[in-house]
């Protein structure tokens, strides 16, 4: 591996970064004439990419297919069944429903064969639905609405004699109501059987300005206070590398030595040569975001090919960091920095001077560097990759301008050795370790099931039991030098190595792990769990629900979730059965989880007005969308808001997140607020 393939890698990340937008399903109506008084109702799906639609025929408990649905039909009578033609779906085992599902991607035609009868009263209306879904989130199966007359039917189409009345209605199909959707009574049933006496017009009052008022719980900022302690920490221990360490006594050397006679100078040009570093990698992190752009780096944390792509860039520079090869840059370029060094002075020949010790110790910085702006752009926030390096570049020049100021402590530096090497195949063990994640990702992302939950700890704890091996001196890799006896240091890193395999042993069974529970894959990939844990009571209806929570006096927690929305069973594996979070769910919520897919017809067709047009609510889950839609201004799944008993929140909402301590303390800020 050399540098010309790390370039045309990042390369291919830029090219392959363009492939995100942000809308998700378009559709197109048209009718064909088949001949014998037979047509052809057209369905042509534009998917943007990143997304993708279910197929009209999936296995019953699986995600909402693709369907059609006539409101009205006259003059004709459909024939036979709503089916995709041309492109084949992808079929592919998909472990949350555990079954074989087909999925289309980019374009899908679909097509209902309609038997004309009467072309003077011809007249179709009906909808179509389609549920959309990304590495993170799923939309509702909004219905896509078409209407045909007499008027828009091939010219070439003669009517034939129907085999039933010549005007049917579809079934199910219901006169639409005058009233309002919130004056509906309760739909479906829920757990228990009590009283609706909440006023149900204010429960369905929008509240986007009382959510805008608490903000949001996820801004960015502390994401980038993480990616900056993490480019601290990677900086310091880059610091501990053979291409590094040794550079700290020689160039404090070089510069007090230049400046015998002015201490007070070497000292200033310690600094700037300090500032210059942090300059360098600064700049490196704005070039990284100016190249992929802000709405690239938000997709990349859940595209599958982008984490293959790291996956393959960690493992790599694991391998350099193991001894396999070496990361090393063109002569040419060292040579043409020491030129410049030589020939200019002042501030720009200190700028050199850094530029030339990025490059020199590239080979150990290269991984490093490498895997932070992997683990900066996952953040999904413009100014991480920049964050990152400003934390990197700050540990790798603090000691170049402390050690100037007191040069006397170099004396106390310990001398370079093989204990630097050492420091490099630790950091081989956790980059390898960490490339884990990323092909966790990709895998949970296409469905392949190779690297299930169990599977995962088992990699880690085969890496960190070697690791521990290692530390003890029982291996031995390139550079490495004889162990004659065993330091405080490594016993100690080596009896944690050893703890951290041990306490992974209990997750085969279902252990929960809570420290990396984020890092890991979802329970609901395990293939053995001791036990199953479920929340106690669930509340399927909203109004039902909040009036159950205001006869308790407990806050509602409303979840909208999906059948087909695969980060909702995520969730509800991984972080609604963690001990605490349920505990605190059964005990102190009413839980209302209302599914935006749900299939179930209402009892009545009804009609609402939104964004200046009419939009017709056919099915539970059209109810249930309608409600996130018109009352928080939201439609991705899953959704989490807690609500007082007017359907007022009272905290921030909270959306896909697989850290515990978050949702814990969503929870609490909640709980807390209602009580006050």
Not at 263 to 284: E, N, P
Not at 418 to 439: E, R, T
Request: net charge neutral; hydrophobic share 45%.
């Amino acid at each position: 591996m050399n540098f010309k393939r790390t370039i045309t890698s990042l390369f291919l990340l830029f090219v392959l970064s363009q492939a995100f937008p942000q809308h998700v399903i378009s559709w197109k109506f048209s009718l064909q004439d088949k001949g014998n008084g037979e047509i052809e109702l057209i369905a042509d799906a534009t998917i943007q990419q990143g997304w993708h639609m279910y197929d009209s025929k999936i296995p019953d408990n699986g995600p909402y297919p693709t369907s059609l649905n006539f409101d009205e039909i006259k003059g004709a009578e459909a024939v036979g069944d709503f089916n995709a033609t041309g492109k084949q779906a992808t079929v592919k085992y998909d472990p949350v429903f555990q079954m074989n599902i087909g999925t289309f991607d980019n374009s899908a035609r679909f097509i209902q064969r309609i038997k004309v009868t009467d072309k003077g009263s011809f007249l179709i209306t009906g909808d179509v639905r389609a549920q959309a879904c990304d590495d993170k989130s799923c939309t509702p199966p909004l219905p896509n609405e078409f209407s045909f007359t007499s008027a828009d039917l091939p010219k070439t189409v003669t009517a034939t004699a129907s085999t039933a009345a010549s005007e049917t209605e579809a079934p199910g199909t219901a006169v639409l109501p005058t009233g309002n959707l919130s004056q509906d009574s309760s739909l479906i049933s829920s757990p228990a059987a009590v009283p609706i006496s909440v006023d149900k017009e204010l429960l369905w009052t929008p509240v986007t300005e009382e959510l805008n008022t608490f903000g949001t719980q996820h801004d960015g900022s502390s994401s980038l206070w993480s990616i900056f302690l993490k480019g601290l920490l990677w900086g310091f221990a880059a610091l501990l590398t053979p291409c590094v360490w040794p550079m700290i006594p020689i160039t404090v050397s070089f510069f007090l030595n230049r400046n015998k006679k002015v201490r007070r100078k070497a000292v200033a040009d310690a600094t700037l040569y300090g500032a210059s570093i942090i300059f360098i990698y600064v700049a490196l992190g704005l070039i990284i975001t100016a190249i992929f752009g802000a709405s690239a780096l938000n997709n990349i944390a859940t595209s599958a090919v982008f984490n293959l792509i790291f996956f393959a860039l960690l493992l790599v520079f694991a391998m350099s960091f193991l001894g396999a090869f070496e990361l090393v840059l063109p002569a040419s370029w060292t040579n043409k920095m020491d030129s410049k060094v030589d020939s200019t002075s002042g501030l720009i020949s200190l700028f050199f001077m850094a530029f030339t010790l990025a490059l020199v110790s590239f080979s150990c910085t290269g991984p490093i560097i490498g895997w932070l702006l992997v683990e900066a752009a996952t953040q999904g926030s413009y100014l991480a990759p920049a964050i990152g390096m400003l934390g990197f570049a700050i540990a790798l020049a603090i000691p170049f301008t402390l050690f100037a100021v007191f040069p006397s402590w170099l004396k106390t530096l310990p001398k370079s050795g093989s204990w630097l090497n050492s420091v490099k195949v630790v950091l081989g063990f956790i980059v390898l370790a960490v490339s884990m994640k990323f092909l966790s990702v990709a895998d949970l992302s296409n469905g392949w099931g190779i690297l299930n939950r169990d599977i995962f700890l088992v990699l880690w704890i085969v890496i960190f039991g070697i690791l521990g091996f290692y530390l003890l001196g029982k291996l031995k890799f390139h550079g490495d030098s004889d162990v004659p006896h065993v330091t405080i240091p490594r016993l100690f890193l080596s009896l944690f190595s050893f703890a951290f395999a041990l306490y992974l042993v209990p997750g085969l069974w279902g252990a929960p792990l809570k420290p990396i529970s984020s890092i890991l894959p979802p329970l609901s990939t395990q293939d053995f769990k001791l036990n199953e844990v479920s929340l106690n009571t669930v509340y399927t209806d909203y109004e039902t629900g909040m009036a159950v929570a205001a006869q308790t006096g407990k806050p509602a927690l409303v979840s909208f979730g999906g059948h087909g929305c695969v980060n909702c069973h995520k969730m509800d594996a991984t972080v609604l059965v963690d001990e605490r979070v349920k505990g605190l769910i059964d005990n102190e919520f009413v839980y209302i989880t209302l599914m935006v897919d749900e299939r179930a017809k209402l009892p009545e067709m009804t009609e609402v007005e939104e964004n200046g047009r009419k939009t017709k609510l056919k099915t539970v889950g059209d109810k249930w969308s309608y409600l996130q839609r018109h009352k928080f201004a939201a439609q991705s799944q899953p959704y989490y808001v807690i609500l007082d008993h007017s359907g007022k929140p009272v905290a921030p909402a909270h959306a896909f997140d697989e850290n515990i301590v978050n949702y814990v303390n969503f929870l609490e800020t909640g709980l807390r607020n209602f009580k006050k």
